[in-house]
């Protein structure tokens, strides 16, 4: 059974960092792409970004692009989510999922949640001024 359970989200001032976790279980990810997606109160789901599991390559939405990273530690089966220099807007419920998607640089492609077979439970990312 997939699993994937998030972590490291919490409380934080604008322009602070915070670094989410998001740890996999329950098969080998080498064929999967890892993404992250965020809600904000009252708004859609959103793609944030993603990671091909072999070999690291990312993608992001343009909004975080060089605010967010996303990286993978392969021996833990964890992947993360680093978001420094964090903004109001950025206050959302962050999730990471997962699937076995051919990696492009198409937005579409990328973003699109049904790409996604397998989905945390999120955790809370909240910004204060």
């Known amino acids: 059974q997939v699993q994937l359970v998030e972590s490291g989200g919490g409380l934080v001032q604008a322009g602070e960092n915070l670094r989410l976790s998001c740890a996999l279980s329950g098969r080998t990810f080498t064929r999967y792409t890892m993404g992250w997606f965020r809600q904000a109160p009252g708004k859609e789901r959103e793609f944030v970004g993603c990671?091909?599991?072999?070999?690291?390559?990312?993608f992001y939405e343009d909004s975080v692009k060089g605010r967010f990273t996303i990286s993978r530690d392969n021996a833990k089966n964890t992947v993360f989510l680093q978001l420094n220099s964090l903004k109001l807007e950025d206050t959302a419920v962050y999730y990471c999922a997962t699937g076995i998607i051919t990696f492009t640089q198409n937005m579409e492609t990328m973003s699109s949640e049904r790409n996604y077979d397998y989905w945390g439970q999120g955790t809370q990312v909240t910004v204060s001024s």
């Open positions: 990671i091909r599991w072999s070999g690291g390559k990312t």
